[in-house]
């Protein structure tokens, strides 16, 4: 079958090779992948850049992915041949303390697919049949591809961030998770909503923060104390989440937020940041942080999908299997923000 493996951890080794279809374990399924998404992590990866030495090449990349069933092993029993699925990219022990306890989000010993296994840029994939979802039939694969992001916005917004009906709530990266994390702060009863971005988004993402009917602001240009004041007549932060993974956005964060506030870091943050902890402590600022989901998001995340409670299709654009050079390529030069890979119809 065709895929596209990292070959080493040069730069932008990514190949496209013909390689051997997985043979399925008795708990395991066999999915035709039909889209799979390429994500930040996955551009990381394709440059190699730091914090990924951990991954051990050759490696078949791809961890949002959704597909056709296309064989079942003898233990499965919630799947049968031709369902339309769309896959977890976390692959849990079950076994740990934290798993036992429901919060296999942050499971002791686990795995995820596209980086510690071989993942779904690929013809097949083969993985545990506890990773699945079943697929609403009114949503297309390409959006599917796509519930794992949407379910980590879930987690840090629905369980993660102390937001309460009637909060005004600040969140900083427009971006997939960032505009997926507003959609679900609106539908979790927040009053008003906030997305602040910078000059590179000043093109693409906050227009389209906007058109979803945010208020939009670019650090860049403006002050958003001054502007908050204006816009929302002088109404407090309660809420703060950063979605963005800049520490220059964690610091405006939390000097927004009134006291007593509330801030939820869930973006991947590639410099160390020093704080006032005395200035949090007297303003009693509690800070959150959340990371990937657990399976209840996923299915959150596809009915939010398929009622259109949460819509993030203008941020898709499909390409070809054989395009991948220029999908990656896109996706580093943020033209698309969120680059699917079509391998079948
Ligand atoms: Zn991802
Ligand atoms: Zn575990």
Redesign the pocket.
Known sequence: MKALVKTSRLKNALERLDVKRPIIQDDEVLVQVVNVAI???DLHVYEFTAGYDFIQTPLILG??FSGYIAEVGSKVVNFHVGDRVIGE?NRYCGQCDNCNNGRTDICLDSQMTGLHVNGAMAEYIAVPAYTLHHLPNNLPFSVGAIA??ISVSLNAVFDNCNLNTGDNVVIFGPGIQGLSAAQAARIKGASKVAIVGTDNDEEIRLPIAKEMGFDTFNVNQESINQQLLTIWDGKEVDVVIDASGSIHAVKDGMSLLKRGGHLTLFGIYPRTLELDLTSLVRRNITIHTSYTSQWKHYEQALKFLSKRQIDISALIKEYPFEEFEKAFEDGIAKTVLKPVLTLSQ
Do not use: D, I, R, V
């Open positions: 994500c930040g992590t961890h949002e990219s794992q992001p």
